[in-house]
């Protein structure tokens, strides 16, 4: 068993390290893309989005979930360590996660270094009650935040409504932050949609949603920053609804490109495989400074994610973002 790094954070984890097993559990080769140098006395963020896959959901067999994907590899005792690894290897001020379902756990530890974080469930969560789950919880959204860059100052939720004002199974949280250096305002979303082939109309709608919410809270020389998984690839009509406002990072730093994808996995009916993560940001406020590039398709195993290389069927996102000052 390999141990990533050697930051002090990062070897307090090996306490947590999987034991018994004849893998390897180490992160996957990554590095940063289009590195623009800082201009200005500008604060730096750094924002992963990810979503961490549920451990209520994870419970699989040949013809069910992640068919191909080794027992060990789905456990909680494996996937708990690989997601703090990755975590901590890159040491985000601000943290925004989808299906979470152990959220006190994950608050426990970071607190060790720094963190706190704020979380609410999803609405009919389908991790409740799953069979095998002992510590099944609804899963939602969660953000957390260094103390040591912000303090806090608000917390919003609520369930996305489609066009006929209706609530969807949709959820977007938000928390408002401060700059620990001037005070600046900083706003922190977190949305997860609904997936699946047939409710494209649905999450468009919800994008719509998601923007009203933003504009609700948002005030004026606010950073605004939005983690999401869209559930769909950026061709579609609620990315393209999302970018008329606010700019995807990735797609800023790579040149108007995206990775190949940000989930992949193996289910009974074959691979998914797609591109369904976003980070988003005002860019009257903020600029790009890198990204961080997703690995080489040819370094995913066959069985594809989760794996003993990342604990979630989806790769987090990393983006280093500075403040534009007004004098500049």
Excluded at 303 to 314: F, I, K, Q, W, Y
Aim: aromatic letters at 8%.
């Amino acid at each position: 068993m390999t141990v990533f790094g050697s930051h002090p954070a990062i070897r307090a984890l090996a306490t947590l390290a999987p034991t018994g097993s004849t893998d390897t559990y180490a992160l996957l080769s990554r590095r940063f893309e289009g590195r623009t140098e800082p201009k200005g006395p500008g604060q730096i963020v750094r924002v992963m989005q990810w979503n961490m896959l549920a451990q209520g959901l994870c419970p699989s067999t040949s013809r069910k979930n992640y068919c191909k994907t080794k027992e060990e590899h789905l456990k909680w005792e494996s996937r708990r360590y690989l997601l703090l690894l990755e975590i901590l290897s890159y040491m985000p001020d601000v943290i925004i996660m989808q299906e979470c379902d152990r959220f006190e756990f994950l608050q426990i530890k970071l607190t060790e270094f720094g963190y706190k974080g704020k979380f609410q469930e999803r609405p009919f969560s389908p991790c409740v009650d799953v069979p095998g789950d002992e510590d099944g919880k609804p899963d939602g959204c969660a953000i957390f935040y260094h103390t040591g860059r912000f303090n806090f100052v608000e917390l919003m939720h609520r369930q996305l409504l489609n066009e006929m004002q209706h609530s969807t199974s949709s959820l977007v949280l938000g928390v408002k932050l401060e700059l620990v250096e001037d005070n600046t305002p900083v706003f922190i979303v977190n949305s997860h949609l609904k997936g699946g082939p047939k409710t494209e109309q649905n999450r468009y709608e919800a994008c719509i949603d998601l923007l009203n919410f933003v504009s609700e809270h948002e005030k004026g020389g606010d950073i605004v920053i939005i983690g999401s998984d869209i559930c769909e690839c950026p061709s579609a009509r609620g990315y393209d609804h999302l970018i008329t406002k606010y700019k995807d990072a990735y797609s800023s730093a790579m040149e108007g490109k995206h990775l190949s994808f940000t989930t992949w996995r193996v289910r009974p009916l074959g691979e998914e495989k797609y591109v369904n993560d976003v980070m988003l940001f005002n860019d009257q406020n903020l600029r790009v400074l890198q990204v961080l590039d997703g690995p080489p398709d040819s370094v995913i195993g066959d069985a594809r994610l989760p794996n003993n290389t990342c604990g979630s069927d989806h790769i987090s996102l990393v983006c280093d973002f500075q403040r534009i000052m007004n004098e500049e």
